[in-house]
Structures are given as C-alpha cells and as structure tokens.
C-alpha cells in the first residue's frame, strides 16, 4: 500500500541550542512506514540534510529550509518562522511515482498548493493535517492563528481533516463551520480527548483520551494524523480508526522527537479493531 506525504521538512531549533529535523511530512511518513506501508515524502529543502531511512524521499532544491526557532518563557512557547522554503506543486512529484492509496498533506507554513486536492480529489484518500494553513507569521517571525480563507475550496474534496485546538487558539466557531464541509473532520485536544464530526452535520462525538507519562509531545498529531488516514483507508469505521490513532499517539509522547514513531510495543498495546 502506497502512502504519499506531501509538505516541508523543517529545521527546528530548540531553547537549549540544539536543532532536529521535523516537519509532518517527517513524522507521518515515517508512521506510515512503521506501519507497513510503502512510504513516499515529497519536500523542499536545502542541502544538506539527513534524512530518515526507510522512506523514499523526493527533495526539490530549496535557497534555504523552512526554520522554525521555539522561545519558551512566561507565556509558554512561542513559535518563530526564521526561513520558509518554496511551495510545493503536483507537477513536483515524480513521474514514474504511483497513485497512493493515501495521499497526506501536511503543510507546516502553507507549502502546499490548492491543485493537490484538485488533483486528486476522487482518485485517493486525501487526508490533510491543517495547522500549516491556519498559521501567519508577523514581521518579527512570530507565528499566530490566522482565519484560514480556503476552507470552502479544501475541505468538500478532501475525505478527512485533522487539527488541534491549538491551532485555532481558542476560536471553536469554526469546527462547526467546517464540519459542515468536510466528510470527517477530527479535533484533537492534546493528551485529554478527540473530537469529531463526520458526515457533514456538525453533530460532534467525543473520545476521552488517558494520558500517558510525556516526555515530549512533538510529532504526536502528525503521528495520529498517519494513523487515522490509514486505517480510514483499509476500511475502518471513524471511530474506531481515531481510537487506534489516538492510543499510538499516545505512546508517542513517551520517547523524544523521531523515537517517538510507532515501535512494536505501542501495536501491541493498541488493537486496530472495527472494521465498517
């Protein structure tokens, strides 16, 4: 089964001087992989970088690579974008590269073009993390919740639709709005619960989440995004895909960064179950 992550890789750098790659299309192709899938990623970066094994990736040559610097202090963690790399398009994928069976869109600064979900509307799965269209970055770099104005051209071709309440920064009048575009549209609230719609009539359901010990929180929606999409697409009814995504993202939270991946024991302990 083959899984196409689309988005920028990105050059975090972190309180303590250090730096680590991130990005969704990193985290959810590598999910994808650990969950059996053939795993592709299309990016846009500068040279050089280090990428993960075990994905096949496709890298557009970039100036620079998207750099996010993470402040944290007495109002929590702030986000700044320092770089952003170029828009990524269909006509940027490989010729000889298939049709996937799930095609992920996971922009982080509005990287990726509205032809995606034009051209592949009805031909796959299009499953799209949102956080990367609802950012805006001021003049200092600081990155902010902006009303997203492509949600009537996105969200009616896609077949699910993933974001966290933190992204909206508090503004749920848009579930709402959006429920009514899209097939699924799935809320998340850190370690607490799961909100969905599906269907399009805005009635919400709820999964009340147990949290698990956090060592670090990066990467865990782009990994419950990953496994959401998959198991929508092997035929699993919504909840009990989002059940499976939100126990694996969960264990994520236990390790750090790139570990933080779906290793065996975390599919031990979280049963995928309820084929519709």
């Given at each position: 089964?083959e899984?196409?992550?689309?988005g920028?890789?990105?050059?975090?750098?972190?309180p303590?001087?250090?730096?680590?790659?991130?990005g969704?299309?990193t985290y959810?192709?590598?999910?994808?992989?650990?969950?059996g899938w053939?795993a592709r990623?299309?990016?846009?970066?500068a040279?050089?970088l280090?990428?993960?094994?075990?994905?096949t990736?496709?890298?557009?040559?970039a100036?620079?690579?998207?750099?996010f610097?993470?402040q944290t202090?007495?109002?929590?963690?702030?986000?700044?974008?320092?770089?952003?790399?170029?828009?990524l398009?269909?006509?940027d994928?490989?010729?000889?590269?298939?049709?996937?069976?799930?095609?992920?869109?996971?922009?982080?600064a509005?990287e990726?073009?509205?032809?995606?979900?034009?051209?592949?509307?009805?031909?796959?799965?299009?499953?799209?993390?949102l956080q990367?269209?609802?950012?805006?970055a001021d003049?200092t770099?600081?990155?902010h919740?902006?009303?997203?104005?492509?949600?009537?051209?996105v969200?009616?071709?896609?077949q699910?639709?993933?974001l966290?309440r933190?992204?909206?920064a508090g503004?749920?009048?848009?579930?709402?709005?959006?429920?009514?575009?899209c097939?699924?549209l799935v809320?998340?609230d850190?370690?607490?619960r799961v909100?969905?719609?599906a269907?399009?009539?805005?009635v919400p359901h709820e999964?009340?989440?147990?949290?698990?010990?956090?060592v670090d929180?990066?990467?865990?929606?782009?990994?419950?995004a990953?496994?959401?999409?998959?198991?929508?697409?092997?035929?699993?009814a919504p909840?009990a895909?989002i059940?499976?995504a939100?126990c694996l993202?969960g264990?994520?939270v236990?390790?750090?960064?790139l570990?933080?991946?779906?290793?065996?024991?975390?599919?031990?302990l979280?049963?995928l179950?309820?084929?519709?």
């Amino acid at each position: 089964m083959e899984y196409l992550a689309v988005g920028h890789v990105s050059r975090d750098e972190l309180p303590d001087g250090s730096v680590r790659l991130g990005g969704t299309v990193t985290y959810a192709s590598l999910t994808a992989a650990a969950l059996g899938w053939k795993a592709r990623a299309l990016t846009c970066a500068a040279w050089p970088l280090d990428l993960p094994a075990g994905v096949t990736w496709e890298v557009r040559p970039a100036a620079q690579t998207t750099t996010f610097y993470l402040q944290t202090g007495a109002e929590g963690r702030t986000l700044f974008l320092k770089a952003r790399a170029d828009t990524l398009t269909p006509a940027d994928l490989p010729a000889d590269w298939p049709t996937p069976q799930v095609l992920h869109l996971g922009p982080i600064a509005a990287e990726c073009a509205l032809e995606w979900v034009e051209v592949f509307a009805g031909r796959t799965l299009v499953g799209v993390t949102l956080q990367g269209w609802l950012r805006q970055a001021d003049e200092t770099g600081r990155v902010h919740y902006a009303e997203w104005e492509q949600a009537e051209a996105v969200l009616p071709r896609v077949q699910v639709a993933v974001l966290s309440r933190e992204d909206v920064a508090g503004d749920e009048g848009c579930f709402r709005r959006w429920a009514r575009l899209c097939p699924l549209l799935v809320v998340t609230d850190g370690p607490r619960r799961v909100t969905w719609f599906a269907g399009g009539d805005g009635v919400p359901h709820e999964l009340a989440v147990t949290p698990r010990p956090e060592v670090d929180a990066t990467g865990a929606g782009d990994i419950f995004a990953a496994a959401l999409f998959i198991a929508l697409a092997q035929g699993y009814a919504p909840a009990a895909a989002i059940r499976w995504a939100a126990c694996l993202a969960g264990g994520s939270v236990t390790r750090p960064g790139l570990a933080g991946v779906p290793q065996a024991q975390d599919l031990a302990l979280c049963p995928l179950e309820g084929r519709s």
